[in-house]
Nanobody
Framework: QLQASGGGLVQAGESLTLSCAAS?????MGWYREFPGKERYLIAA???????RYSADVKGRFTISRDSTKTTTFLQMNNLKSDDTAVYYC??????????????????WGKGTLVTVSS
């Protein structure tokens, strides 16, 4: 249901945009990332009412957006650092902040895409 794309190798300080296309509109779409040996965590979420949420480590550098159909989400990543090297996952769910996904994670997932930032 979710197809992510856009990962790759970039130099530190450069930008990269990830895209994720869904087969149908979801209330919330977001991006998680996973470091080797670590638990996957939410870094950005976009809710259809326009609300966006970011984790502290990406806020100010990453921007999540959605197209007008609400079926595609983008993650614009600026000023990338080597610490941003991870597998990035697109996810989606229903409901706003305070819904199940906020505390338990989103239920619908795309395949991960690797982002490698070289220093």
């Amino acid at each position: 249901q979710l197809q992510a794309s856009g990962g790759g190798l970039v130099q530190a300080g450069e930008s990269l945009t990830l895209s994720c296309a869904a087969s149908a509109p979801f209330t919330v779409m977001g991006w998680y990332r996973e470091f080797p040996g670590k638990e996957r965590y939410l870094i950005a979420a976009s809710i259809t009412d326009g609300d966006t949420r970011y984790s502290a480590d990406v806020k100010g550098r990453f921007t999540i957006s959605r197209d007008s159909t609400k079926t595609t989400t983008f993650l614009q990543m600026n000023n990338l650092k080597s610490d941003d090297t991870a597998v990035y996952y697109c996810a989606a769910d229903y409901g706003g902040v305070g819904s199940r996904w906020y505390s338990h994670g989103m239920r619908f997932w795309g395949k991960g895409t690797l982002v490698t930032v070289s220093s």
